[in-house]
């Protein structure tokens, strides 16, 4: 039976990409898997490898880490492993034409959002900074454009009141996986019809940069706890504290009289920062060369967080 199968070719990189290549690799012939190359991470700065390369070696798949896949040594490899479907799922390159026209099935790509909305790089985290209740999984046929593709099925998922985007991203990479799978069979019968993307409703979630994460206190302090949550794991929300950046993981919002945005001051034992409407309560922050610490630790060793004569406090 498996011979009969469609010889498929896996690319991704990060965590989210772990469940679709799991249950893709149980099912299906996975004749190869290409992931980003590793990347300096962590405080020493070392090279490591991305997620997939793990999970691809446990079950003893062959996999290349092209910088980029327009190298010739890269689509040798590819045309070498004779691909019917190539299958996208957080890869982290742009595939050109002639790997999109390299398998005879196409190529298909999960994306962790329901498009058209959140097109791009960073759905997940721009589907918790824009406030949206909902978002969701689709898996798409790719075309040369950026998730402009047509659909072949999504699925919903509800925002939940304190997501982060690593714990949206977690249960949208477990819900995409099944999806995946679900859907697979009657793509390749050729019974799962597909439909154009309404171009007019579309929105785009650009990369993420580092610096993306400091707090703007001249912005209302709800949309502060979104950005907090949206930028947890990474890029980190922060602002700068005594000329120290001071991670802020977890904050809730409150309301507050007026004050003047960045002022800081306490509520319920725990450290706050007045907002443009609104307190930005801290639950949970690092303060440089320190491990997390609850907002009420932090307060009882920071004795001059209230006091705003030699006020160190910047934000963006």
């Not at 690799?25 to 590793?38: E, H, K, L, N, S």
């Not at 990479?173 to 597909?194: F, K, R, T, V």
């Not at 007045?274 to 303060?287: I, N, R, S």
Request: proline share 10%; hydrophobic share 45%.
């Amino acid at each position: 039976m498996q011979g009969m199968q469609p010889r498929i070719v896996f690319m991704g990189s990060p965590a989210f990409a772990l469940p679709s290549l799991q249950a893709l690799a149980g099912r299906y012939p996975v004749v190869g898997v290409v992931t980003q190359p590793d990347r300096p991470a962590g405080r020493g700065r070392s090279a490591a490898p991305p997620p997939v390369i793990n999970l691809a070696k446990a079950l003893g798949l062959r996999v290349i880490q092209p910088e980029r896949l327009k190298e010739e040594s890269a689509l040798q490899q590819l045309q070498s492993w004779k691909p019917a479907l190539i299958v996208v799922v957080a890869f982290g390159q742009i595939l050109p034409p002639a790997v999109l026209d390299l398998p005879s099935r196409g190529c298909l790509n999960l994306h962790a959002s329901l498009l058209p909305r959140w097109r791009g790089a960073a759905p997940v985290q721009a589907a918790i900074l824009n406030g949206d209740v909902v978002t969701g999984v689709t898996l798409l046929k790719m075309d040369p454009g950026v998730d402009t593709g047509p659909l072949l099925a999504q699925r919903p998922l509800p925002i939940l009141p304190d997501d982060t985007a690593g714990s949206l991203a977690q249960r949208l990479a477990e819900l995409g996986a099944a999806l995946l799978i679900e859907s697979l069979p009657a793509y390749l019968d050729s019974s799962l019809q597909s439909q154009a993307q309404d171009a007019s409703q579309a929105t785009y979630a650009p990369m993420l940069k580092k610096g993306d994460g400091m707090l703007n206190f001249n912005l209302p302090a709800e949309a502060l706890a979104r950005r907090v949550r949206a930028y947890n794991p990474w890029p980190g929300a922060f602002f700068t504290w005594q000329d120290q950046p001071l991670k802020v993981h977890r904050a809730h919002f409150v309301q507050a009289e007026p004050a003047v945005p960045g002022r800081r001051t306490a509520h319920a034992s725990l450290p706050a920062v007045h907002t443009a409407d609104g307190l930005l309560v801290l639950d949970e922050v690092q303060p440089a060369g320190k491990r997390a610490m609850t907002g009420q630790a932090f307060l009882l060793g920071a004795r001059s967080w209230t006091s705003q004569e030699s006020d160190g406090l910047r934000s963006a």
